[in-house]
């Protein structure tokens, strides 16, 4: 398998990755303002170098999520530049959140299904 996930899902009506990954940016981002856990104001730009994982050590999940994942992964979509071959962020995210909490619940469904998208066993989307 490439590391470039750009084929037309052949079992989703020809969506393309790409269509479908920008379709989960945007719900994401939609449920973090929805929820409330979108930031107004950037974190210094110290935070936004991070090289912790997740940047952990200088962020909360939700503005990781807000201020790094999100910008990233739409820059690779408008620069039509490889997407990962690989994405395991749903686990930290069920680390992060309360379990019971409908809210949290949606952000983790929605993560999952970024991370199977991007996964190369992620089956036909692939």
């Known amino acids: 398998m490439s590391a470039c996930k750009d084929n037309p899902n052949d079992g989703n009506d020809g969506v393309s990755v790409r269509d479908r990954l920008g379709e989960l940016l945007g719900a994401l981002e939609t449920e973090l303002r929805a929820q409330g856990r979108w930031d107004k104001q950037t974190p210094p730009a110290e935070a936004l170098a991070s090289t912790q994982p997740f940047a952990i050590d200088v962020l909360s999940f939700d503005q990781w999520l807000q201020w790094i994942l999100l910008p990233r992964m739409n820059e690779l979509l408008v620069l039509q530049l ?6 395991a962020i ?37």
């Open 90 to 126: 749903a686990p930290m995210a069920e680390e992060v959140y309360e379990s019971g909490d409908p809210g949290a619940a949606r952000i983790i469904m929605i993560i999952a299904d970024i991370d199977l998208l991007l996964s190369e066993d992620g089956g036909r989307l692939n």
């Open 82 to 87: 490889p997407l990962p071959s690989n994405s």
